[in-house]
């Protein structure tokens, strides 16, 4: 078994940063850590424009609009508070929903197919 190191810094219930050192297995925990940041980045996306707005700097709300272009917008896809207090979930929102996944997809795809064309695999 591989030895394996955790720090993490947590503030306001988020976490800011991790590091992870186990040994032989970066290859498999970064692109999970990856996945878990990009998630709870996409969750967190509307605070983190509330906190743009409240704070009024350029630089903080010229981040979060970069964000909004490269992060999920996960809270798209959430209809707990209709399903909860038994509110129709609107078909207009369903579909934008799917449209804005399958259109976010290809990107990522059709990216990632950029990149890894140019690379050479041994």
């Known amino acids: 078994m591989a030895d394996a190191s955790y720090d993490a810094v947590i503030i306001g219930g988020g976490i800011i940063g991790v590091r992870v050192a186990v ?3 970066e290859r498999v ?4 850590l990856a996945v878990c ?3 709870l980045a996409g ?3 509307g605070d983190l424009e509330a906190f743009a707005v409240v704070t009024a700097s350029p630089g903080v709300e010229a ?3 970069i964000l909004k272009y490269v992060v999920p917008n996960l809270d798209l896809f959430d209809v707990r508070n209709a399903a909860v207090h038994g ?3 609107v078909r ?3 579909l934008w929903a799917v449209a804005y996944a399958l259109i976010y997809s290809s990107l990522v795809l059709v990216i990632s197919d950029l ?3 140019r690379r050479e695999f041994k």
Request: no cysteine.
């Open 63 to 65: 981040t979060v609009r």
């Open 29 to 32: 925990i970064r692109p999970v």
């Open 43 to 45: 969750r967190m996306l």
């Open 115 to 117: 990149i890894f064309r």
């Open 23 to 25: 040994r032989g297995g």
């Open 37 to 39: 940041v990009l998630a």
């Open 87 to 89: 509110l129709p979930i």
């Open 92 to 94: 207009g929102h369903v």
